[in-house]
């Protein structure tokens, strides 16, 4: 069973748009999640976190919001940029769980010109 | 180093076959994490190690999996007699504390034939 899930396999975004990604959890456990972007042939990047205390974290470009009575987050960029095409991968983490985190399934962004 | 070092970055196993797997994490890294990511699939968390001492192995899928971290640095991921569904890419990954937004390495990708 899929504890966080990332229900679209890809998204294409004009450039200059906005891009919204989604997650969806399961785990009510979860307290702190986190997006990361992952390039072809390289390891995942550290994008943006959110704690369950918050709904809302904003760095540049990047929003997260957290809907904890949905338990559902998005990721937000605008605008987005060609540099913003990559696999998506949202993760959460238990503070009281195990130590790793769960990861969805990734969603794969394509910024069109 | 400047980032989380992994060799080899490419690896060919025959069935039946014993291969280790290297990361160097960051310099001063206490934390240190074993993902397996399928074709397809996120990364699914295998074992974390603080310092040298490995505080949770629940991700490893057989006790044909083996990891350490000797000395606190370096750590080195074993799998013997690999197997057709033991091909996947491994990540790792360290932190300076916690879970929070670690760095990956860029993976060593994994195939048995």
């Known amino acids: 069973d899929q504890q966080v899930k990332q229900n679209s396999p890809s998204l294409s975004v004009q450039e200059g748009r906005i891009s919204i990604l989604n997650c969806d959890y399961t785990?009510?456990?979860?307290?702190?999640f986190l997006w990361y972007k992952k390039y072809p042939a390289e390891g995942p990047t550290f994008l943006i976190s959110?704690?369950?205390?918050?709904d809302k974290n904003e760095d540049g470009r990047f929003t997260v919001f957290l809907n904890k009575s949905a338990k559902h987050l998005s990721l937000h960029i605008v605008p987005s940029q060609p540099g913003d095409s990559a696999v998506y991968f949202c993760a959460a983490f238990s503070g009281g769980g195990a130590d790793g985190l769960t990861f969805g399934k990734g969603t794969h962004l394509i910024i069109q010109p | 180093g400047a980032g989380v070092s992994q060799s080899p970055r490419y690896k060919v196993a025959k069935r039946g076959q014993d291969v280790a797997l290297r990361c160097d994490p960051i310099s001063g890294h206490v934390s240190l994490f074993w993902y397996q990511q399928a074709l397809g699939q996120g990364p699914e968390f295998l074992t974390y190690?603080?310092?040298?001492?490995?505080?949770?192995k629940s991700g490893l899928p057989s006790d044909r999996f083996f990891a350490e971290r000797p000395e606190g640095s370096v750590s080195t991921l074993k799998i013997q007699r690999t197997q057709q569904e033991d091909s996947a890419v491994y990540l790792c990954a360290s932190s300076r504390d916690s879970n929070y937004g670690y760095t990956f390495g860029s993976g060593t990708r994994l195939t048995v034939v």
């Open positions: 190690f603080q310092n040298e001492a490995q505080l949770d």
């Open positions: 959110i704690s369950s205390i918050k």
């Open positions: 785990n009510s456990m979860f307290d702190y």
